[in-house]
């Protein structure tokens, strides 16, 4: 496989369902990212990992816990969500986040659709 | 105030033209922009990267940047009805490298 994967592609949960969502890159990148994006709402940062640690966590409410086992997959654990909270969820990839390096261009997961109910 | 701001469109364009898209950023720090295309439920796809002033060509694309003005625009000459799709620009909050602040979209739609 190439590039950036995700599963699974869609999602439907009620508001008391435990579920993960999981990211895997194959382009030997040190850093990924969760995105959510909602309609017609821009894409908003979640977290950030460099090297496996968290560097950003913008804000998000503690239903959602990331979880970064290795440089090369991403989870994304979810429960007692809201309904609020569907929207299309993405994962990128990039080169490590080294202090003055531009070229960290930031490739993308084909996302996990989420529906809670 | 919004970081990164686009004309949300529709931009109407007849195949064949030029398609303009502009993108102005509020942080002088930042040093990389990105413009991504994001077709109607995809995600976003990379097409262009710039960090240096001036014109940046890629096939049928240009990337301009103008850091003294703050901003970023996108050509997409010889546009084709693939082309339809919403265009977002992306540039780093100047504190955090790496950490893209998107605007909200251009939609283009390509006429024939």
């Known amino acids: 496989e190439t590039g950036v994967t995700q599963t699974p592609r869609h999602l439907v949960m009620g508001m008391t369902n435990k579920k993960s969502l999981k990211c895997e890159q194959h382009?030997?990148?040190?850093?990924m990212y969760w995105y959510k994006q909602s309609a017609k709402k821009p894409l908003e940062l979640m977290f950030v990992y460099n090297f496996k640690e968290q560097t950003e966590n913008n804000s998000v409410p503690s239903r959602f816990s990331p979880e970064c086992p290795n440089s090369s997959h991403l989870f994304l654990h979810l429960h007692t969500l809201q309904p609020e909270d569907s929207a299309l969820y993405l994962c990128a990839s990039s080169q490590d986040l080294a202090s003055g390096r531009l070229d960290y261009e930031q490739y993308f997961g084909p996302g996990t659709r989420l529906t809670v109910t | 105030q919004k970081e990164v701001e686009q004309n949300s469109g529709p931009l109407s364009v007849p195949e064949g033209a030029i398609a303009s898209l502009n993108c102005t950023y509020s942080?002088?720090?930042?040093?990389?922009f990105f413009w991504y295309r994001q077709y109607s439920g995809k995600s976003p796809e990379l097409i262009m990267s710039i960090y240096s002033n001036g014109d940046k060509e890629d096939g049928r694309f240009t990337a301009q940047l103008n850091k003294a003005s703050q901003y970023v625009s996108l050509l997409i000459r010889d546009s084709q009805p693939s082309d339809s799709a919403t265009y977002l620009c992306?540039?780093?909050?100047?504190?955090?490298?790496?950490?893209?602040?998107f605007g909200a979209g251009t939609q283009v739609v390509v006429t024939p």
């Open positions: 942080d002088r720090g930042s040093q990389s």
């Open positions: 992306a540039a780093p909050r100047g504190d955090s490298w790496g950490k893209l602040q």
């Open positions: 382009l030997g990148h040190n850093a």
